[in-house]
């Protein structure tokens, strides 16, 4: 019985040997750092810690996408630039699986690219087909404001990230559009779920604030239920059998059909 109380934590820490010298070799994903121009180009520098290993595609809508191999990132996060931006829409970054990070550059589909390894991580360009090298010097001391995933950027902010020549390139209008209403869930006294500090009624918010003025410059009307952080309550839904819960419901759904909705988008998440 010693024995075996011996051995068997013994063969279970050479078991866990392995993965956990796989976690110690993980390069480590520093930071994202976003510099743009005046003459429609733009760089992004994923700063890293050893010599990575790397892949990119891109996808239909211009979205250019780089998976970092056996790596971690110190924090994930989505930069939205806020001027001089006429080419990048945005850029996100994460863990996308336990030993790859992803980082994913909203661009123009019509924009050519670059990405190249550099001293002291991977340097993105947008605009060339070669690295931008000149662009990118001094990049690191001009740190991007890097805001959560469940951040509500302020109107006037979200304007100016959107208001320019590449995202009505990336959003061409649509003819004879119709109208929109998005319903970001919950809201007010109702937090949705919690998870991580992070409750559901930002998250849907947030989406929603970033989806509408997308919509919009394609040519849709869009009716917002809420934008703020309230309760949605409309006319009562003179129904026996309705719960408050169920009365909030179809107020949103109201607003709907009271505005010849030809969609109506309920957003919300899981925990």
């Known amino acids: 019985m010693r024995f075996f109380n011996f051995i068997f934590p013994l063969f279970c820490f050479?078991?866990?040997?392995?993965?956990?010298?796989?976690?110690?070799?993980?390069?480590?994903?520093?930071?994202?750092?976003?510099?743009s121009s005046q003459d429609n180009t733009a760089v992004v520098f994923v700063q890293i810690q050893g010599e990575p290993k790397f892949?990119?595609?891109?996808?239909?809508?211009?979205?250019?996408?780089?998976?970092?191999?056996?790596?971690?990132?110190?924090?994930?996060?989505?930069?939205?630039?806020?001027?001089?931006?006429?080419?990048?829409?945005?850029i996100h970054f994460a863990q996308n699986t336990p030993d790859m990070v992803r980082v994913v550059v909203g661009s123009d589909v019509k924009a050519s690219y670059n990405i190249s390894k550099v001293d002291g991580g991977i340097l993105i360009s947008v605009g060339s087909s070669k690295p931008l090298l000149s662009l990118a010097n001094g990049i690191t001391n001009e740190a991007p404001k890097l805001l959560p995933y469940n951040y509500i950027p302020e109107k006037g902010q979200l304007a100016n990230s959107q208001n320019s020549q590449t995202n009505n390139n990336l959003y061409p209008?649509?003819?004879?559009?119709?109208?929109?209403?998005?319903?970001?869930?919950?809201?007010g006294s109702d937090p949705g779920c919690v998870a991580n500090g992070v409750e559901e009624k930002v998250a849907t918010l947030g989406v929603a604030l970033h989806l509408k003025p997308i919509l919009?410059?394609?040519?849709?009307?869009?009716?917002?239920?809420?934008e703020t952080d309230k309760d949605v309550w409309g006319?009562?839904?003179?129904?026996?059998?309705?719960?408050?819960?169920?009365?909030?419901?179809?107020?949103?759904?109201?607003?709907a059909n009271e505005n010849g909705a030809a969609l109506f988008v309920s957003i919300h998440f899981n925990a």
């Open 173 to 187: 209008p649509i003819k004879n559009a119709k109208i929109i209403v998005i319903d970001p869930g919950h809201g």
């Open 235 to 255: 006319k009562p839904y003179n129904m026996p059998g309705y719960d408050a819960n169920e009365s909030e419901l179809q107020a949103r759904v109201n607003i």
């Open 216 to 226: 919009e410059k394609m040519g849709f009307k869009v009716i917002m239920t809420r």
């Open 14 to 35: 050479i078991l866990l040997i392995p993965s956990i010298a796989k976690a110690q070799d993980l390069l480590t994903v520093q930071n994202v750092f976003f510099k």
């Open 55 to 90: 892949s990119y595609f891109r996808l239909d809508d211009g979205r250019i996408v780089l998976d970092i191999e056996n790596s971690k990132i110190v924090k994930k996060g989505v930069i939205i630039p806020t001027s001089n931006s006429n080419i990048i829409s945005e």
